[in-house]
């Protein structure tokens, strides 16, 4: 004979589960269904405890087990892909996200947090798909206007999001959130005295000062610059290498205190770990033994420039440092006016690949047109056939830098030209930087985009011509030709947006073409 629960026993499992004693839930529940009493509401309550506990296995397969029972049911459906989100497994979460979006078409939370999901993903095509939906039923959602903005930022579609920052402060008023967004549009745009003078606005919120901040590194202000560039942390403008909160039970780093040991931890982006990484001199000046949290793909690469630098990864055992720092806040020790970046540069090879031959002591060209970044990639990209008239040059040789599958844009742009453009080259210049390298240190110049192969030409010292849109990164001071964070650098900028005839023009003068 199946059990059946006194009501006193119902009542106090009710008192336990509203007081979120979720251990004492879990254990009621068992009981319960261990002794024969099924009922669907005992069997939610405990996949919702067994959640609240992060005890995700077990909450997935009590949440599986009322969708068998009742498949349409919206709530088993939302609650079992919100503990997939929380558990990170996105794809996962999406599909019965989406599932319970099919039985409830216009629910608001559902819209919102799959677009989340997308956003998260970065797929954000689908993401605005799904606040699409939620505006067009109530085109002012502010939850959605905001997220919508939000993502066209990310998309690099400013103008766009600017419009729905904009709806949002004109039906619900004005905030600092959203001037600090209004900022972030027009720093993007290029209107950066509008983006200053709208930002005063936003007051000393996180975002706020990090606007400052790259608006006084565009400018060239650097004392000025790093001081805000913190905040980029906490607003997640900055991302710091995944699994560094391994590490977060070491101090920050002061160079008055810790002055034997530190622990870099490096940021998301190769380019940025390169930039940076020129500054990693300068600590060895004021630090004994310094350990570095880096992308492994650069470790070759740093220890031949650095080799007292000690990696580790997250599978090292427990560090004992003094402290830690992301290699980004260098700057506000080693950085802060135009004289501190006069470091001298060894022109040095990196392991000559003898593979590259230079036919008939021809020049060597090294080409990169292109960057995967979602945000910025279609302002920077330049099409190969762009350079056409600079392939047509037989007093030279060129080599791909470029990472990624280019195969039907090489292979068009050789049928055109009846030759081949590129000499033999099979190296995997997306994973393996150290042959990149060594294919870059051959060169007797780099022509690239704003992308990976333009901070790893710089780090290298090799001659190089950075073509820019003319709405450019931070990192390349504005009405400035040359960069200091790399000597051997020439910028060539667009003179109109979207428009790369000037760049090839001044391309092919620079090397007499």
Same mark, same amino acid.
């Given at each position: ?79 079992? =892909? ?78 766009? =999001? ?58 060239? !202000? ?112 080693? !950085? ?138 931070? !990192? ?38």
């Amino acid at each position: 004979m199946n059990y059946i629960p006194s009501k006193n026993e119902l009542i106090e499992f009710e008192k336990n589960f509203n007081a979120a004693d979720f251990l004492a839930v879990e254990k009621k529940a068992c009981y319960f269904i261990e002794n024969g009493f099924h009922d669907l509401r005992i069997i939610n309550y405990l996949a919702i405890a067994y959640a609240k506990q992060k005890k995700y296995y077990f909450a997935e397969q009590q949440f599986l087990k009322l969708i068998e029972y009742e498949p349409y049911d919206f709530d088993h459906l939302f609650n079992l =892909a919100n503990l997939y989100r929380e558990n990170k497994k996105y794809d996962q979460a999406i599909n019965y996200f989406i599932n319970a979006l099919n039985l409830r078409p216009k629910s608001k939370k559902t819209l919102l947090v799959i677009s989340a999901l997308y956003f998260k993903k970065k797929n954000f095509d689908k993401a605005i798909l799904f606040l699409g939906k939620l505006l067009k039923d109530d085109e002012f959602d502010k939850e959605a206007l905001s997220q919508m903005g939000s993502t066209l930022v990310n998309m690099g579609r400013f103008e766009e =999001a600017l419009n729905f920052f904009n709806k949002i402060g004109r039906k619900y008023g004005y905030n600092k959130g959203i001037y600090g967004d209004i900022s972030v549009c027009y720093i993007n745009l290029g209107h950066l005295n509008t983006a200053l003078k709208i930002n005063k606005l936003a007051g000393n919120t996180d975002n706020a000062i990090f606007n400052r901040s790259i608006i006084n590194l565009k400018k060239g !202000r650097f004392l000025e610059g790093w001081q805000g560039y913190e905040h980029g942390l906490k607003n997640k403008s900055r991302l710091l290498k995944l699994g560094h909160h391994k590490f977060d039970y070491l101090p920050n780093w002061n160079p008055k205190i810790h002055k034997d040991s530190v622990l870099l931890i490096g940021e998301q982006g190769i380019g940025d770990e390169l930039m940076f990484s020129i500054m990693i001199e300068d600590l060895y000046s004021v630090v004994k033994n310094i350990y570095y949290f880096c992308d492994e793909r650069l470790r070759d690469i740093l220890k031949k420039r650095y080799p007292m630098l000690n990696f580790v990864d997250e599978n090292s055992p427990k560090l004992i440092v003094e402290a830690k720092i992301p290699i980004g806040s260098l700057g506000k020790f080693f !950085r802060n006016n135009e004289e501190d970046f006069l470091t001298k540069y060894e022109k040095t090879k990196i392991f000559k690949n003898n593979k590259i031959i230079k036919k008939n002591n021809k020049k060597l060209i090294g080409l990169s047109w292109h960057t995967n970044n979602k945000q910025f990639g279609t302002e920077r990209n330049i099409n190969l056939k762009e350079f056409s008239n600079i392939f047509k040059n037989k007093d030279l040789n060129f080599i791909n830098l470029q990472y990624g599958y280019h195969s039907d844009e090489i292979f068009d742009l050789k049928k055109k030209l009846e030759k081949e453009i590129f000499i033999e080259n099979k190296n995997d210049n997306k994973n393996d930087l150290q042959g990149l390298s060594n294919n870059i240190s051959n060169c007797d110049y780099v022509i690239t985009i704003d992308n990976s192969t333009a901070h790893l030409a710089g780090f290298l010292n090799i001659k190089t011509y950075l073509l820019l849109s003319k709405v450019n990164n931070w !990192r390349w001071i504005e009405n400035r030709r040359d960069t200091p964070w790399y000597p051997n650098t020439k910028l060539i900028i667009q003179e109109k947006k979207n428009c790369w005839v000037s760049v090839i023009n001044q391309l092919e003068e620079e090397l007499e073409i």
